[in-house]
């Protein structure tokens, strides 16, 4: 008998996820490998957040909490708000999920009927298309160019806008390209949404402290005409090497926050109580770390794009935020492996790599844009060194 819903035919495991169960399975057969599909940094929790932790748990903060979150979590994301991206929301406007991804599911799952469309900006986060699947919407994936950092034109989005138009899910910085839209490329997108007051926008902007050219602007602060329908989505999992605690936060209208926070009633009750006191810690406590980590990480990226950028067949423009870069690898398609296999599309590109060179990386297709890979540089400067000598040396056997 069929015990699965038919929906899970529609859905397939994370990439990503899928990723890091084969590297284990490889290390764990004692085979050496770089893994470079890290979506997570590499560093530990600040002392003092963890701290906050380990206080919350003597202290007997290990029960259920309400819906939205603690009040003292929803003040310091208040007040993160104002001091960096000078947006005011009171506190019926703010909601705490387990991580961001469960709050982007949720947004969706209040929000879709059968068929709904949701435009998704190409490459995406490998989660997007499957959780509006999930939710019986239909994903609208809009193509974007390399030539144009991967960012959608206000002619592209007004083309890709129906009346089923329900989201148009941003996120920037964009993972896997890195990609960040600046102050005049927001304000065309949104003077397009002003014009279709059937579409809300989401933007998921867990990597904004990762922002090594300018500093990050959120779209509301750019234009609040439509704040009314824009739903901010964020998390303290990059920005405070925070993955394992499952904290993130989402800030729109009051409508739409309730409704977020009456699924999760019914679904996961709140956050840990733990987590949420150590978010706060974070996110009101001393910013420095997070300063300091975007620091290393412009040093990692510069280093990979310029090792990368010697490899011949690989094209690696240098990304304005996140930790990701996303190499054009079409150079290397219809070449020959040593054992006699051509390289057909990127996911052939990914296996040569992983047998010859014992580097992991993940393939463009994936993310929706074939003929790339995406590598993550979060993780140390030796490691990133070794892997791309390596990944150099397997492409200069290529014929
Ligand atoms: N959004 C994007 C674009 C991501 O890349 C990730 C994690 O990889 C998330 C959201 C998930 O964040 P969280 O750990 O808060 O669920």
Redesign the pocket.
Known sequence: PAYLAKRMQLIKPSA?MMAKKKVDTLRSEGKQVIDFTL??PDLNTPAHIAQAGMDAIRNGYTKYTATSGIKELLLAIQAKYRRENQLDFNLDQLVVGT????L?FSALSVTLDKDDEVIIPAPY?VSYPDMVLLNDGKPVILETSGDNGFKITAESLEAAITDRTKWLLL?SPN?PSGSLYTETELGDILDVLERHPQVLLMI?E??EHFSYEQDYVSPLAVDPAIRDRTLL?N?V??AYAM?GW???YAAGPSFLIKAIATLISQTTSCASEISQKAAAAALSGDQSCVRDTTALYRTRRDTMVDLLGKVPGVTCPRPAGAFYVFPDIQGLIGKTTPQGKTLGNDLDVVHYFLDAAGVAVLDGTAYGVPGYIRLSFATDLETIKAGCEKLSEACSQLK
């Open positions: 990503s979506g997570e991580g961001a991804k469960q982007i986060w996120n993972n998921d867990i990597y989505i998390g999992s990059k993955t499952r904290i993130g």
